[in-house]
């Protein structure tokens, strides 16, 4: 979240931003009066356009519950699939007017692979420039809710208050034993 030699340059999408990113940096509402993140308090994952026969996900989402009632949201997302580029990141999230949400800033602490190695301190520092650049160019402030979606959830996105049906994607819930992995 290894070093690249200078002629091998990660290729990005035109935005650099999925809605696997997106979404799994901002926590769900709460649906139906129930707490979204009751399968979180049991220790699951969200698991963003998941490939139940391969175990894939573009992006894994966790969360943790401090005493103080504050919540950070994990979250490991595959920017790119080739090459494989994988940001770890960590975020706050509250709880407000019926939404979970999060900044759309803060990636100073991100932590980047390509093709599975450690990316290099300048590449890094280019992938998270790209990835603050797209964020900053959606908006301050990202929410998600769910709605049941066959045997999953349809995570909607709203940015700054505006939903972002573009961005929405499908995620179910997996246990860490299951093997799930963020991979193409």
């Known amino acids: 979240m290894r070093h690249l030699d200078t002629a091998r340059r990660p290729r990005h999408s035109d935005a650099m931003i999925t809605p696997a990113l997106l979404l799994a940096l901002a926590v769900p509402a709460p649906l139906q009066d129930a707490d979204p993140l009751v399968p979180a308090r049991d220790g699951q994952l969200q698991c963003h356009s998941p490939d139940t026969a391969r175990k894939t996900c573009t992006a894994l989402a966790g969360y943790t519950f401090a005493a103080d009632g504050t919540i950070a949201n994990q979250a490991e997302v595959m920017l790119s699939s080739a090459p494989v580029i994988i940001m770890r990141d ?19 602490d991100a932590v980047f692979t390509v093709d599975g190695q450690p990316a290099g301190p ?63």
Do not use: H, K
């Open 90 to 108: 960590v975020a706050p999230v509250v709880v407000r007017d019926g939404a979970v949400c999060g900044p759309m800033t803060g990636f100073e």
């Open 122 to 184: 300048a590449t890094a520092q280019m992938i998270r420039v790209q990835v603050t650049a797209a964020f900053a160019q959606l908006g301050t402030e990202g929410c998600t809710t769910y709605s049941p979606q066959g045997e999953g959830w349809l995570a909607e996105a709203v940015i700054d208050g505006q939903p972002r049906p573009d961005l929405n994607q499908l995620l179910i819930w997996v246990s860490p034993s299951e093997g799930y992995s963020v991979r193409p």
